[in-house]
């Protein structure tokens, strides 16, 4: 093996950690591909900063699931299938989405990496690892510029686009973003954290609200209640307007089912994000597990419940959610529950909040891109000068590129290339369920690994996935399913709408093309279970892992020492930390 197998060495003093870790440290920090041995030597300017806590990775892992998805995209799905269909469509996708969470939280804890492509390199395939991280790049190069768009938009629930130009939105949203990314990690991950706190806030205000609407809490005093799944009903027949399509039955409500099932595959997108900040989070073995342990209590909370008492508060054949339309307060069913319920005012609320949720988005975008190109020039597949990062951890090459592709926001100012980038939209969507496949691939591998090279993963990790290995499985079948069901409502009635098949589906086949192309033309093998590489900068993580046991430990007894028996790290991690 390219590596030496360093985690054999015994660790028996502090001199030992401080040696583990400079021995190893540039190059865990800008992991090396085994097939590009020349790219090893590492200097200064190529590394990334460990400048995340453990509240700024769980924040992020939250925030990233938060978005208008919620807000906003829950309207057409309560529209097309009913309130049951879309509980339980909702419930069943939030499942899949912590095994994803739990299996990517697995393998980082055990030796965090710089994004999925080194991951998929090193326990799976390296034509996996090229891939799914071009794919996952493809996605993040196109989202920022979505997100401007829907960020000039939802200002035009205020100021028209008669009155003001959309691109000045756009540019001044823009530069916001830039300079987040630009001052460094610490900077983003202080950002996001409280641009994340403030969604949580929000979505629990809306929760309450609808909670206390269907109760009759409101001006109008009308107890709902369940009222909503008697008439029209929980499950609805499918029907396309657009197509004159109307399918009655079990079979029409099957179909309508499927539908916004694929619908909430892209709420929950966005949740894996969090995983690329792994690299740069300090005491990752910490960290991560809070992380992920949280995210499914959050989902619980933030998407079921708030699913459930939407389809309490609004009809699926309400006149304004039928008419609804757009990207502003106007389209969010949480907003028309406002306005039946007779309350003034808050659509303003609601439309300040969804602009905050583009703009969170559009930042953790921004970052994703660069990181993600970062790792991939790491794993050998992009240009090296994508690892140059500047004095502040900061890959500066990789904002660049993804400032260049934001600049597709202002073809949306011209009305005949906006359909033009709603295809752009169109085609990234599928990207992020592809990740998911690929994130489950490698812990199944991972677990498979484990297992031939007598790892104990209950007894010599320091986070096991639940319900394993069952629940990858059954994760990776519903992402199956759901990639290939994506967009089959086009083969439904006529006309047959080839541009929305094509610009949904072509995803696929150039991740199929991507993968086979660089197996054939690299001769790569999939790994066997007992050579996949479990050693190499191991020693590094349980040394640092170790460090932070000490500083904590020191912390306590300093505590202790000044008479203080809590303090405010103690009072967060016990209380705020299973919130924000």
């Given at each position: 093996m390219l590596f030496e197998k360093d985690a054999e060495k015994q660790i028996s003093s502090p001199d030992d950690l401080t040696s583990v870790i400079s021995r190893h440290t540039e190059d865990y920090d800008l992991y090396v591909a085994k097939s590009n041995p020349e790219f090893i030597n590492l200097k200064e300017g190529h590394q990334l900063r460990k400048g995340l806590d453990s509240r700024h990775t769980t924040m992020i892992a939250i925030g990233g699931a938060l978005g208008t998805g919620l807000l906003i995209g829950t309207g057409s799905a309560l529209r097309q299938a009913g309130p049951g269909a879309i509980f339980i469509a909702y419930g069943l996708i939030g499942m899949v989405v912590f095994m994803v969470m739990s299996g990517l939280g697995e393998v980082a804890t055990f030796v965090p990496l710089n994004g999925f492509a080194n991951y998929g390199q090193r326990y799976v395939d390296d034509a996996l690892g090229f891939a799914c991280g071009y794919v996952y790049l493809f996605k993040y190069l196109i989202l920022p510029?979505?997100?401007?768009v829907a960020g000039s938009l939802t200002?035009?629930?205020?100021?028209?686009?008669?009155?003001?130009?959309?691109?000045?939105?756009?540019?001044?949203?823009?530069?916001?973003?830039?300079?987040?990314?630009?001052?460094?990690?610490r900077f983003f991950g202080e950002i996001e954290f409280y641009l994340s706190t403030l969604k949580v806030l929000t979505c629990l205000g809306v929760i309450l609200l609808m909670f206390i609407i269907a109760l009759g809490g409101g001006p109008t005093h009308d107890r709902l209640g369940f009222r909503y799944w008697r008439d029209p009903?929980?499950?609805?027949?499918?029907?396309?307007?657009?197509?004159?399509?109307?399918?009655?039955?079990?079979?029409?409500?099957?179909?309508?089912?499927?539908?916004?099932?694929?619908?909430?595959?892209?709420?929950y997108l966005g949740t894996e994000l969090v995983g690329i900040t792994f690299s740069e989070t300090r005491n990752p073995r910490r960290s991560i597990p809070k992380a992920i342990k949280l995210t499914f209590y959050r989902i619980l909370v933030f998407y079921i419940l708030s699913i459930l008492f939407l389809g309490m508060c609004v009809a699926a054949n309400d006149p304004l959610l039928l008419s609804a339309s757009g990207n502003s307060a106007s389209a969010s069913p949480f907003v028309i529950a406002i306005k039946n319920a007779r309350i003034n005012g808050l659509d303003h609320v609601i439309n300040a909040c969804i602009l905050l949720f583009v703009l969170s988005a559009a930042n953790s975008d921004m970052y994703v891109c660069s990181r993600t190109i970062y790792s991939l020039a790491v794993a050998g597949y992009a240009p090296k000068f994508f690892t140059k990062t500047s004095k502040r951890g900061v890959?500066?090459?990789?904002?660049?590129?993804?400032?260049?592709?934001?600049?597709?926001?202002?073809?949306?100012?011209?009305?005949?290339?906006?359909?033009?980038?709603?295809?752009?939209?169109?085609?990234?969507?599928?990207?992020?369920?592809?990740?998911?496949?690929?994130?489950?691939?490698?812990?199944?591998?991972?677990?498979?690994?484990?297992?031939?090279?007598?790892?104990?993963?209950?007894?010599?990790?320091?986070?096991?996935?639940?319900l394993q290995p069952y629940g990858s499985y059954f994760a990776l079948t519903i992402c199956v399913l759901v990639i290939l069901l994506?967009?089959?409502?086009?083969?439904?009635?006529?006309?047959?709408?080839?541009?929305?098949?094509?610009?949904g589906y072509i995803v696929l086949p150039v991740f199929v093309i991507m993968f086979v192309g660089y197996k054939l033309y690299f001769k790569t093998?999939?790994?066997?279970?007992?050579?996949?590489?479990?050693?190499?900068?191991?020693?590094?993580?349980?040394?640092?892992?170790?460090?932070?046991?000490?500083e904590d430990q020191e912390r306590k007894a300093r505590r202790e020492a000044e008479g203080k028996m809590f303090d405010k790290e103690w009072f967060y991690e016990k209380f705020l930390g299973w919130l924000f």
């Open positions: 510029a979505n997100q401007l200002v035009q629930y205020w100021v028209s686009k008669e009155r003001l130009n959309p691109g000045v939105w756009i540019t001044i949203f823009l530069i916001i973003i830039l300079i987040v990314n630009l001052l460094g990690v009903g929980a499950f609805l027949e499918y029907s396309d307007k657009s197509k004159d399509l109307l399918i009655e039955g079990s079979l029409g409500r099957f179909v309508s089912f499927v539908s916004v099932l694929v619908t909430a595959v892209f709420a890959p500066y090459y990789g904002i660049a590129l993804n400032f260049a592709f934001t600049l597709l926001a202002y073809m949306t100012v011209s009305s005949s290339s906006a359909q033009i980038f709603t295809y752009f939209v169109n085609v990234v969507s599928l990207t992020g369920l592809i990740a998911w496949s690929c994130i489950l691939v490698i812990h199944i591998r991972f677990m498979q690994a484990c297992k031939a090279q007598g790892i104990d993963r209950t007894r010599d990790l320091a986070y096991k996935s639940p994506k967009n089959f409502t086009v083969f439904l009635g006529k006309p047959f709408t080839y541009k929305t098949f094509i610009t093998k999939w790994i066997p279970s007992s050579e996949v590489d479990l050693h190499t900068f191991k020693d590094v993580i349980d040394a640092e892992a170790e460090i932070f046991k000490q």
